[in-house]
């Protein structure tokens, strides 16, 4: 992953498959729902 693909889903401008939510909260050591913004 490159860092402006990871720069645009922290902004919002881009979404990812559950894959990505997984592997990034596995990288960050969290739940994956604490990476979900429920407002949306």
Known sequence: ???N???EIE???RG???AL???LARA???PV???I???D
């Open 28 to 30: 960050l050591e969290l």
């Open 21 to 23: 939510w997984l592997r």
């Open 33 to 35: 729902e604490s990476l």
């Open 5 to 7: 693909y990871l720069s």
């Open 37 to 39: 913004d429920e407002g």
């Open 16 to 18: 990812g498959d559950v």
């Open 11 to 13: 902004n919002g401008k």
């Open 1 to 3: 992953m490159t860092q």
